[in-house]
């Protein structure tokens, strides 16, 4: 699966002083579409600050996009590339006024079958498939919450964005994750919450994983990550990484354990409830969390390369 890599140049920034476009455009004014291709709005004139032209360029961003026009979605050049740019200028406003420009987007072309399917796949491409380099949940979610509410939809396809919007409310960014019970290898129970750390690493991983094995490398290798294993107290350690293997193979799990480290917590879901109960998403292995003290998820479904970052 490919993904479309971002071209266009924001026009967040105001431009230089001079006749431009910006100066007939109003504000309130409806720009007109241009058919056969994709056209940025012309940000007005009248709308100087950066954060307030932001907002501006999201929200209307496909105004002058022909929704309409079927062989356009066919062109990925054009509509995919468009829609990259607009997943990434998204990240220059709010979450709140983000989570507005995509509802605003989905409420926009609800009438058109076509269209609406066309980019209900980008979303779920671009922002919740695992191995997306744009994926983000929190932008994801708002879709969701868009489409199983969408009258264009029969109730057997809302069936798997319901789904999918469960999931993705578990364990959110600033939320306290979910507690579960793991299985070490001497037969000793524990909880996530019994793991007294400043910080924890929890990653759900399985054996003869080759991602899983480039992480568990990676984290083992580094300095930081290391030094902040050994920091201990009295009262608490400074950093624990629990790794939980979510399914019922326990010969390949043995085999795997000689591999890591001794300092890390190494165990199972004996009673399969992460997996049977959907306690976590587990759409892809590895999947990384990265908790605070009271197991408030700072990070989901991480990229190794983001834990590493956190602890230098």
Not at 177 to 201: C, H, P
Not at 203 to 226: Q, T, Y
Request: aromatic content about 12%; charged content about 25%.
């Amino acid at each position: 699966m490919s993904f479309t890599s971002i071209s266009c140049q924001s026009q967040i920034q105001k431009q230089e002083p001079g006749k431009t476009n910006e100066d007939t455009v109003d504000a309130t004014q409806t720009q007109a579409i241009v058919p056969d291709t994709f056209v940025l709005p012309v940000i007005p004139a009248s709308i100087t600050n950066a954060e307030k032209r932001a907002e501006f360029l999201t929200m209307h961003y496909w105004d002058r996009f022909d929704f309409t026009d079927n062989d356009l979605l066919l062109r990925p050049e054009i509509t995919e590339q468009a829609f990259a740019d607009f997943i990434n200028i998204l990240s220059y406003v709010s979450n709140d006024w983000a989570t507005k420009s995509i509802k605003h987007m989905l409420q926009k072309i609800e009438s058109n079958s076509n269209s609406y399917s066309h980019f209900l796949q980008l979303y779920e491409k671009y922002l919740y498939e695992p191995n997306s380099p744009f994926l983000n949940e929190e932008y994801y979610i708002p879709v969701l919450e868009t489409t199983v509410n969408s009258k264009i939809l029969t109730d057997t396809s809302k069936s798997r964005y319901l789904f999918q919007l469960d999931l993705a409310k578990k364990n959110r960014v600033g939320q306290i994750a979910n507690n579960f019970t793991f299985t070490l290898l001497s037969g000793k129970k524990g909880t996530l919450y019994d793991i007294n750390s400043k910080y924890t690493i929890l990653m759900f991983i399985n054996p003869g994983c080759r991602m899983c094995a480039e992480v568990v490398d990676a984290l083992k290798s580094s300095n930081e990550v290391n030094t902040a294993l050994a920091k201990k107290s009295a009262l608490k350690s400074e950093l624990s990484i629990i790794t939980v293997y979510p399914d019922d193979d326990l010969n390949e799990w043995l085999k795997y354990l000689p591999d890591m480290p001794s300092l890390w917590i190494n165990s199972y879901d004996a009673e399969r409830k992460i997996t049977n109960d959907t306690i976590y998403d587990l759409k892809a292995i590895p999947t990384i969390y990265l908790l605070d003290n009271d197991k408030r998820v700072i990070f989901k479904d991480a990229k190794v390369e983001r834990i590493l970052e956190f602890f230098r």
